[in-house]
């Protein structure tokens, strides 16, 4: 099965973009309840994952506490515990279950490396789950 039927698009995804601010990720992140955000570039480009974890550390230590001082400081300035490693659009989703297990989701992307989306580890178990029980 192709990971498409799995797909949520960028469309309706929450992601943060690489030139927000600390501030604005934390609001995003606020607003939308989720732990980990896909970063996303101008240009669509898929740049890695800004996480809860992240963002705290970042407060502490760019941002000194001061929540004034978020708004000079850029996300891509947050060093990342580790980013979601995206796979492409024809990845079958037998090839992702490894990778979904470490993973809240799995970003995709086209062949030139723009975001399209992400699969969610949900989707991935009831995927299986479905095949499961029609076998």
């Keep these: 099965m192709n990971i498409l039927f799995l797909l949520t698009p960028k469309a309706?995804?929450?992601?943060?973009?690489?030139?927000?601010?600390?501030?604005?990720?934390?609001?995003?992140?606020?607003?939308?309840?989720?732990?980990a955000l896909p970063i996303l570039a101008k240009d669509g480009s898929y740049r890695g994952t800004l996480t809860e974890g992240d963002l705290l550390w970042a407060i502490k230590n760019l941002?000194?506490?001061?929540?004034?001082?978020?708004?000079?400081?850029?996300?891509?300035?947050?060093?990342?515990?580790?980013?979601?490693?995206?796979?492409?659009?024809?990845?079958?989703v037998e090839d992702i279950l490894s990778t979904a297990l470490e993973q809240n989701f799995v970003p995709v992307v086209d062949d030139r490396n723009t975001f399209i989306g992400i699969i969610t580890r949900k989707a991935i178990m009831?995927?299986?789950?479905?095949?499961?029980l029609t076998t």
């Design 126 to 132: 009831k995927y299986c789950l479905d095949k499961i």
């Design 12 to 35: 309706v995804c929450a992601y943060v973009r690489a030139e927000d601010t600390v501030r604005q990720a934390l609001e995003r992140m606020e607003s939308t309840g989720y732990a």
């Design 63 to 92: 941002c000194k506490m001061d929540a004034k001082n978020m708004e000079n400081h850029s996300i891509m300035e947050i060093s990342h515990r580790r980013d979601n490693t995206p796979v492409r659009v024809d990845t079958k």
